[in-house]
Every structure is written in structure tokens, then in C-alpha cells.
């Protein structure tokens, strides 16, 4: 057993080299790598998290963006809407005015002809009432035999 622990202190005595070279690799590896390369972590992990951010940020962007033109659309076409209708009550109450108008000069050429068809009637009447008289001769010698006179041919 002497002999074993012998060997395992060489081994422990021929390793001390080797573990103050390791443990001073760890120390080199700590204060030189180390921080550098959590730092490049750092930075690498704020990129992309920052760019999922920002990428994040221009979706709301677009889509706070998309809403602002289908807003302003919808309101465009309210105001197209609202502008047809004022254009169809514009024309409906030029078509009514027009058909105003035209019942009017209707209703005036109908008086003005009842007038004149009045004044032609009374004065066809004034006519016949004046050629009454003639009228009668002429039809009392049509029906009427003509009279002889004495001094015809007897």
C-alpha cells in the first residue's frame, strides 16, 4: 500500500504543474475570452431582439397605417355618396321645376285655346243668328212651291 500511495503522490506532485497551468488557463480564459464573448452575446442577442422590435414596431406601423387609409377611404366614399345624392336631389328637383314648368305653358295654351275656340264659337253663332232671316227665305223657297205671278205663263 506504501508503494500506492507513493505512486498516487507522484502523480499528485507531476499534475501540480499541469493544474497551476489549467487554473491559470481559466483565469486567461475568464478575464480575456470571457467578457468579450459575453458582451458579443449581449450585442448579438440585442440586435436580434432589437431587430424583432423594430420589426415588430413597423407592423403596427403598417398596420396603424392601413387603418388611417381605410379610414380616409371610407370617408372618401361617404363624401362621393353624400355628393351623388345631393346631385340626384339636384336633378330630380330641376326634373320637378321642369315639369312644373311645362304643366304651366300646357295649362296657358289650353286656356288661351278654350279662349280662342270661345270667341270663334260666339262668333259663329253671331253669324248664324245674323243669317237667320236669309237662311229662312232660302229654305222656305226651297221647300215652298215658287208663287205664280199673274202675269206668267198663263
Do not use: C, H
Not at 420589426?55 to 397605417?65: F, G, K, P, W, Y
Request: charged share 30%.
Amino acid at each position: 500500500m506504501d508503494e500506492l500511495l507513493r505512486q498516487i503522490g507522484d502523480l499528485v506532485l507531476g499534475s501540480i504543474p499541469t493544474v497551476i497551468l489549467f487554473i491559470s488557463l481559466v483565469f486567461g480564459y475568464r478575464f480575456l475570452l470571457y467578457g468579450r464573448l459575453m458582451q458579443v452575446r449581449e450585442e448579438r442577442r440585442a440586435r436580434t431582439a432589437g431587430a424583432v422590435e423594430r420589426s415588430r414596431m413597423a407592423m403596427a406601423q403598417a398596420d396603424l397605417r392601413t387603418q388611417e387609409y381605410e379610414a380616409k377611404l371610407r370617408a372618401a366614399r361617404a363624401e362621393m355618396m353624400r355628393r351623388r345624392e345631393q346631385r340626384v336631389q339636384q336633378w330630380n328637383a330641376e326634373r320637378e321645376q321642369a315639369l312644373a314648368a311645362a304643366r304651366v305653358a300646357a295649362q296657358e295654351k289650353t286656356r288661351v285655346a278654350q279662349q280662342a275656340l270661345d270667341t270663334q264659337a260666339a262668333e259663329a253663332r253671331r253669324q248664324i243668328e245674323i243669317s237667320v232671316p236669309d237662311l229662312a227665305a232660302r229654305v222656305l223657297a226651297a221647300v215652298l212651291p215658287p208663287a205664280r205671278t199673274a202675269g206668267s205663263a198663263q
